[in-house]
């Protein structure tokens, strides 16, 4: 268990507006990801951070931003949410050393309409 | 970016049945991991890989790294209920902090 919190768990939204979803820690790890997770695609990498305030982007990173202004914490933001956002966002953590291991959140589920 | 491609995407056994799934890649990794996901929750890890031609067991469960390191196998042996989910391979495309790459997933639906 790596302590990680996402919130919300569940969000409706509608097309235009902006969303922002939060991931906290609390075992102090350096890197943290965002990912989504869609049917037949399985888990895709949005933004990674490998400390504060220096962020990349993933496989999937158009239309998203994020920032990391303390190390326990990770914001996914969605300036204008389209319905192609629908999805369920995870959040991990790499454990430290080198076993490649990321610790997962337990998902953020949002709905565009 | 490298692709994992997962098989089978899905499986309907019965309990007691043992359960085999692949992954492979176009390119070589250096650690291959796997993680089971239950509805509602997180990937959670179940082995990860270090070496080429490793075998490793956690339980009923065992994983092999291919040796051309570009393919890694999953077994359980003696399905029970709760081993009802979905399993991803994972690897690191690059030097690991960058985040893994997943496959698809192999759905696994146990009948009673």
């Known amino acids: 268990d790596a302590g990680i919190t996402q919130s919300p768990r569940h969000k409706v939204t509608e097309t235009g507006t902006p969303v922002t979803l939060r991931c906290h820690q609390t075992e102090n790890h350096r890197y943290m990801y965002w990912y989504r997770q869609d049917p037949g695609h399985g888990l895709r990498l949005i933004h990674y951070s490998y400390g504060v305030k220096d962020t990349d982007k993933g496989e999937v990173s158009d239309g998203y931003s994020v920032s990391r202004s303390k190390t326990e914490d990770f914001l996914l933001t969605l300036e204008s949410a389209t319905s192609s956002q629908t999805s369920v966002y995870f959040c991990a953590t790499l454990s430290p050393g080198d076993t490649g291991e990321l610790f997962f959140g337990e998902g953020s589920r949002l709905t565009v309409l | ?112």
């Open chain 2, 1 to 112: 970016g490298q692709q994992l491609n997962q098989s089978p995407q899905s499986m309907f056994i019965q309990e007691g049945e043992d359960v085999s799934m692949n992954c492979t890649s176009s390119s070589i990794f250096n650690t291959w991991l796997w993680y089971k996901q239950d509805p509602g929750e997180g990937p959670v890890l179940l082995i990860a890989l270090y070496k080429a031609g490793e075998l490793t067991s956690n339980g009923r469960l065992t994983a092999q790294f291919g040796i051309t390191r570009k393919d890694s196998f999953l077994n359980i042996s003696a399905s029970i209920p709760s081993d009802v989910g979905i399993y991803f391979c994972a690897g690191p495309p690059g030097g690991g902090a960058d985040g893994l790459t997943f496959g698809k997933g192999t759905h696994l639906i146990i009948q009673p």
